[in-house]
T-cell receptor, first 117, second 111 residues
């Protein structure tokens, strides 16, 4: 149990649709990172939010966007879904830069499995 | 970001010690080495982190030679429940740079 919860756990969409995935971070964590994990691959970094601002982005197109709210929960939005977007989407919360006791440890949720048909 | 290289897969019998080595030739002075474990359909879980020499916790040991160009995760007396994918990551001062995962090492423990 990491204290990080994601919803929904599973969902099915069709090409061209839009999806919103949600993440509640662990208490006291002000940083949230999102990863995409295709079958048989390691998690790929999408972006990170620190205190409601995007703080780093991986090699993903602009149709992948996110938000972080004042309570540090977060959303990942994907527009114009493509078949290759089918994956497990992982959210990880962590302490932020400069926070006391920050080791950089990521606390992952169980993920949201998205299937695009 | 320093790139890491680790074996794609390893097999082991129950009760044996397993050592997984990771190469990170371009590790920078500020970089830490972190290992995560992932079971199917779950998020990765932090195992251990180190900067140099040896670190040990209740789950594993991490050995880092003086040049820090490689590291070895040691799992003592593995059990079937240790079957998982193990990722080696290298990143700078904690929290400043997002961690980048490779493909990891798939460890299969057999009875």
């Amino acid at each position: 149990e990491t204290g990080v919860t994601q919803s929904p756990t599973h969902l099915i969409k069709t090409r061209g649709q839009q999806v919103t995935l949600r993440c509640s971070s662990q208490s006291g964590h002000n940083t949230v990172s999102w990863y995409q994990q295709a079958l048989g691959q390691g998690p790929q970094f999408i972006f990170q939010y620190y205190r409601e601002e995007e703080n780093g982005r991986g090699n993903f197109p602009p149709r992948f966007s996110g938000l972080q709210f004042p309570n540090y929960s977060s959303e990942l939005n994907v527009n114009a879904l493509e078949l290759d977007d089918s994956a497990l989407y992982l959210c990880a919360s962590s302490l932020g830069p400069g926070q006391l006791l920050n080791t950089g440890e990521l606390f992952f949720g169980e993920g949201s499995r998205l299937t695009v048909l | 970001l320093a790139k890491t290289t680790q074996p794609i897969s390893m097999d082991s019998y129950e009760g044996q010690e397993v050592n997984i080595t990771c190469s990170h030739n371009n590790i920078a002075t500020n970089d830490y080495i972190t290992w995560y474990q992932q079971f199917p359909s779950q998020g990765p879980r932090f195992i251990i982190q180190g900067y140099k020499t040896k670190v040990t916790n209740e789950v594993a040991s991490l050995f880092i030679p003086a040049d820090r160009k490689s590291s070895t995760l040691s799992l003592p007396r593995v059990s079937l429940s240790d079957t998982a994918v193990y990722y080696c990551l290298v990143g700078d001062t904690p929290g400043n740079t997002p961690l980048v995962f490779g493909k990891g090492t798939r460890l299969s423990v057999i009875a």
